[in-house]
């Protein structure tokens, strides 16, 4: 039973959002490449080794490209995080995915969240923080200080909307 006394607002609509991911700068393709060319040198070594009586040196050979491949795999599986932050007018949402699946969610008002950067003179922005109610939640981690910069300077904007409100604009 409706009094007609309620709105019918919908999904507040985004004012700022952004999917974070930690930067590969070696592709899959690349690693095939690479792990080809390293396998390949060490097969060539191994041999040249193994002709000169050398042969135990073919098994530590052989060692160092599987231990070269589980680093590489290591660093693929760790790509997997990810870091979204989404701005409405009433809500600031981070939902953090570590590379092992674990999903981690915080909700804060975004008319009570400061924005904090620890800068270096030399290096330039190392980290941010969003503060709310004594607390503070480290964000964009996985950025450099160039791209943390730019991040910031979105995400005030983005936070500054949110406290002047949401506009009425009734001709649209």
């Known amino acids: 039973m409706s009094t007609g006394n309620e709105f019918d607002r919908g999904p507040e609509p985004q004012i700022f959002s952004a999917l974070l991911t930690p930067h590969r700068s070696l ?31 073919v098994g530590f050979l052989g060692l160092d490209v599987l231990v070269i491949w589980w680093a590489f795999r290591v660093n ?16 600031l949402r981070v939902r953090r995915v570590s590379h092992r699946g674990h999903v981690t969610e915080w909700v804060l008002n975004p008319l009570w969240v400061r924005l904090e950067e ?31 910069a730019s991040f910031a300077k979105a995400l005030l904007g983005a936070l500054n909307a949110a406290k002047r409100g949401p506009t009425y604009n009734p001709i649209t």
């Open 118 to 148: 620890k800068a270096d003179e030399e290096f330039g922005i190392e980290r941010l923080y969003l503060i709310s109610r004594g607390r503070r939640l480290s964000v964009a981690s996985f950025l450099g200080p160039e791209e943390k």
């Open 27 to 57: 592709n899959r393709s690349g690693f095939l490449a690479v792990m080809l060319f390293l396998s390949a040198i060490s097969f060539v070594t191994g041999v040249i080794f193994l002709v000169i009586g050398a042969w135990p040196v």
């Open 76 to 91: 693929f599986r760790t790509a997997r995080a990810s870091e979204e932050i989404t701005v409405t007018p009433s809500e």
